[in-house]
């Protein structure tokens, strides 16, 4: 009896676990997007798929395809397409954060890496995003003083994309702990010093260790298995914006900086909330989606259009 109750935890577990699911296959061996990017398997490192090599990924929702693409990341574990090693260019510009800057589901031709490329004779644009990152990846990027040799312009801008769940990623709020597992564990100390802490996984709270240990097969997880939306707290965003004034500091230190714009493409309460703690530059952009905040190729290109708009790039 027991053995059958488990065995039908199990199972409900699964249904819910695979209503969204994604494939990727890393040099031909598919594996689940998620396990992806838990770190488990291939994935040596947080910012580290593979080394140099192709990336197939394929998006299912209920059986229907929403895309199938091929992205090649380079020995840095960043996307790159055709024209992104094209030398010559006086500036950089690094898109900074998650799927969005990444191009999730977009061909190397309609990414943004490429479109912005393809139109600045200034500009050299490099993504340092990857699928599911948070602001803690780019802080631990920009801590480790590793873009300083990756970069070859000495002058720039950076443009972080960001929107709630970015925040929740970085909070690691209830709804996105068994999603941040793995995650980088980057906490503000009671003097207001930003420190990374191994992982959740590791170095979390008792309880946040707890959940993940226990909390997976029982069917009262279902809102962390579904990533229900919940909006981040007046303290959560507050708590990220210290954190993004941080991480455009150390960028400063490393860099002849010219700006550091926040592209906000989440909710507009949030985005209020947001405006109240920090004095960076943030803009909004209108743009056609394929899903909450994923862009369309339309939409990719209307965000590079609007950039340049802008005047922050030229």
């Known amino acids: 009896m027991k053995f059958l109750f488990s065995l039908v935890i199990i199972i409900s577990s699964y249904a819910i676990f695979a209503k969204t699911w994604h494939s990727i296959g890393p040099g031909g061996n598919e594996l689940i997007l998620e396990s992806f990017n838990f770190g488990k398997e291939s994935r040596p490192s947080y910012n580290h798929p593979c080394i140099d090599c192709d990336l197939k990924a394929t998006k299912l929702i209920k059986g229907k395809e929403i895309y199938s693409v091929i992205y090649h990341v380079d020995e840095m574990g960043f996307r790159t397409t055709k024209n992104s090693k094209i030398a010559g260019k006086k500036k950089h510009l690094l898109l900074i954060d998650g799927s969005v800057a990444f191009s999730e589901g977009l061909e190397d031709k309609h990414s943004l890496i490429e479109l912005i490329n393809n139109k600045s004779k200034v500009f050299h644009a490099y993504d340092i995003g990857f699928l599911g990152n948070g602001p803690q990846h780019n802080w631990v990027l920009f801590k480790s003083g590793q873009l300083k040799n990756y970069v070859k ?141 994923h862009p369309s190729e339309k939409g990719a290109s209307q965000i590079v259009d609007q950039l340049f708009n802008y005047k922050i790039i030229n």
Not at 232 to 246: G, I, M, Q, Y
């Open 153 to 293: 312009e000495k002058s720039g801008l950076a443009v972080l994309i960001s929107h709630d769940q970015d925040i929740k990623r970085f909070v690691v709020s209830q709804d996105h702990l068994i999603y941040a597992g793995k995650f980088p564990n980057v906490i503000e100390t009671s003097k207001g010093q930003f420190i990374q802490k191994g992982t959740i996984e590791s170095d979390g709270s008792f309880l946040q260790k707890l959940l993940l240990k226990t909390c997976v097969p029982f069917l009262f997880c279902k809102s962390l298995l579904t990533k229900d939306i919940i909006p981040p707290t007046s303290d959560e965003v507050a708590k990220v914006a210290r954190l993004f004034k941080n991480l455009e500091g150390m960028y400063r230190e490393q860099f002849n900086v010219e700006n550091f714009v926040i592209v906000w493409t989440g909710s507009d309460g949030v985005l209020e909330t947001l405006k109240k703690h920090t004095d960076l530059k943030i803009v909004t952009i209108d743009y056609e989606r394929m899903d909450s905040n």
